[in-house]
């Protein structure tokens, strides 16, 4: 069964960092580009960040561009999101995915949402 378990999240100061993990039981997960997602209180959900299935190449958000870094062990068939110099406007739920394409900001994905990890930023 395909399952994806996010976690890390939690409460922040502003300029803060934390680093999310997302298990992900996806079958060749090693061959599989990963994402992260985040939906804001009273918004959509929208893209945060995307990596390839070798960790070659990353794709980011404005927002977040400089500030957070993807990256992933495929022995542990786990993906990261390390958060820098975090902001209040970074509060939301954050989800890992599948991502349809790589190289776009649509939120497409293919399996269905885990339930994700709340991280609060306070200012």
């Known amino acids: 069964q395909v399952q994806l378990v996010e976690s890390g999240g939690g409460l922040v100061q502003a300029g803060g960092s934390l680093r999310l993990s997302c298990a992900a039981s996806?079958?060749?997960?090693?061959?599989?580009?990963m994402g992260w997602y985040r939906r804001a209180p009273g918004k959509e959900r929208e893209f945060v960040a995307k990596?390839?299935?070798?960790?070659?190449?990353?794709y980011y958000a404005d927002s977040v561009k400089g500030r957070f870094t993807i990256s992933r062990d495929n022995a542990k068939n786990t993906v990261y999101l390390q958060m820098n110099s975090l902001k209040p406007e970074d509060t939301a739920i954050y989800y890992c995915?599948?991502?349809?394409?790589?190289?776009?900001?649509?939120?497409?994905?293919?399996?269905?949402w885990g339930q994700g990890t709340r991280v609060t930023v306070s200012s």
């Open positions: 995915n599948v991502p349809t394409r790589l190289y776009d900001t649509v939120v497409v994905v293919n399996l269905n």
């Open positions: 996806v079958r060749a997960f090693s061959s599989t580009n």
């Open positions: 990596i390839n299935w070798s960790g070659e190449s990353t």
